[in-house]
Nanobody, 118 residues
Framework: QVQLVESGGGLVQAGGSLRLSCAAS????????MGWYRQAPGKQRELVAT???????NYADSVKGRFAISRDNAKNTVYLQMNSLKPEDTAVYSC????????????WGKGTLVTVSS
């Protein structure tokens, strides 16, 4: 069973930066997209950013211009560079890998907590 392990979360002051990483425990084939989602306390999980196998990216409006997603296909790793962090960015960030073959399979990490203090 593929496992995704996130790292890089922590406590940072508003205006600071963090870089999240998500690595797969084994090689994953037929990846369609890799992405990051977040869930703040009392709120639903929301998309933060995704990146396709071809490198096309998509961002939530709330993070455009501040966050950047990237991936290393050889390492099956996806990154999220977060700059100019705001208190409202506080959430558990989870990575997602979507595989598309004859069916769609979604793999999820357990999440890493990002806390932004004001």
């Amino acid at each position: 069973q593929v496992q995704l392990v996130e790292s890089g979360g922590g406590l940072v002051q508003a205006g600071g930066s963090l870089r999240l990483s998500c690595a797969a425990s084994e090689r994953i084939f037929s990846i369609n997209t890799m992405g990051w989602y977040r869930q703040a306390p009392g709120k639903q999980r929301e998309l933060v950013a995704t990146i396709t196998s071809g490198g096309s990216t998509n961002y939530a409006d709330s993070v455009k211009g501040r966050f950047a997603i990237s991936r290393d296909n050889a390492k099956n790793t996806v990154y999220l560079q977060m700059n100019s962090l705001k208190p409202e960015d506080t959430a558990v960030y989870s990575c997602n890998v979507r595989v598309a073959t004859t069916a769609i399979i979604n793999y999820w990490g357990k999440g890493t907590l990002v806390t932004v203090s004001s």
